[in-house]
């Protein structure tokens, strides 16, 4: 039903279009040489001046503008680039300085290092050298006390036994006799010491 | 075929016997040149570094004729650059401003086509005459040639040589044509399978539009192409 139509309405659309066409024209307008003169005036006058203008005004001008461009962008070129050599030779620069410092400081560094671990040395020697007086003094007390201490102690005992002796017996005994005593004693004594 | 009919505006201008009224083709052919001027004068005007669009549009054309031109016909074609870009120019936009609907299409007529056609002929022929003198008939005898070819090879040289403008013009008047009755027959489809049936012709329609587009441009393009081949014939003799 709708192919019908379709197709119906396909075959009266040629018709119409026949019908158009040949109420229109007969044939091609373009084979008609009535206005071919006209045309060809018009042509001439409007493509004539249109080169004459474009040749002699606009296309110098597009050709000049684009030169132009493009020697600025050749010099912005080169100007980049230099800027860039001197960028580099800056952070070329930057760098030697840092280095420098760096040793500087590496420098300053290890000389304070060495004159505080001298100046320790000088203070702990000093200190020594102290102690070991300090020390040489004390010993030297000790061994004096230690050599006075046992003639003391034979004589405390010496005074202890003659007072005990007295009290006990009640005779004075001469006192050379009981430190001769003490003596022998004091050295068997020491002699058990140095044994032991 | 209403679309191409031409008639007059306005009153008839005589000259001599020779009618030269103003016609609605010289219109297109005006309304194109000045659309042409205006646009490039534009971008011609300022020199920015970084282009506006109209500038931008103004000098990639420029470049496009100018590589086109040192591409077919080298570097001695120089001096003919500022004629074929204009050429390419008119042809387009002639073309193109046969694209809107109701407007008239120039180049869709044989007798303008044939003018331009004819003009680069006798153009190339006299510039050939005068860079090589009679030499330029070698133009005819290709190297390398059998002897007994000879005869017919130049017959078919010199008919190829003459059918040039023809050639040349036909193109482009008949791409046009074809393309405009195309799209009108479409367009008749259209107003008569109605609401029912006339989508599919539209869509046709819609199609063809873009590829008339593309064919105006192609056809001006092998129009300013063809052009800087048969000028580098004339430059450089090759054969």
Redesign the interface.
Known sequence: MFLRLFSKLIIINFLLINLVEGAESSGMPQLNPKFWFSQIFWLILSFGILFVILSKLILPKISKNLEVRKSQILENIESAEKQREESENKIKEYEKIIFKSKNEAKNYFNKTREKILKDIDKKKAVLETEINEEILKVEKEISELKNKSPEKINKIAIETSSDLIKHLIGVDVNNSSISAIVEDISKKIKEKNHVI | ??Q???Y?IGPEIR?GE??????N??LF??I??LA??VI??L???K?S?IPNKI?LL??LS??FVSKMISDTAGSKAKPY???I??LF??VLFCNMFGMIPYSFT?T?????TF??AAFIFIGVTAIGFIKHGFGYLKLFVPSGVPVVLLPLIVVIEIISYLSRPVSLSVRL?ANM?AGHTMMK?FG??VI???I??GWLPLSFSVALTGLEILVAFLQAYVFAILTCIYLNDALNLHH
């Open positions: 075929m209403h191409f009919e031409v007059r000259l020779i009618d030269i009224s103003f016609t083709a010289s052919m005006i194109s040149s042409i001027l490039f004068n971008g011609a005007k020199n570094l500038q103004a000098e420029y470049s650059f500022a004629f870009f204009s120019m008119f120039v869709s007529h044989i007798i303008v003018v331009l008047f044509m027959v008749g489809f008569s399978l109605g029912v049936g």
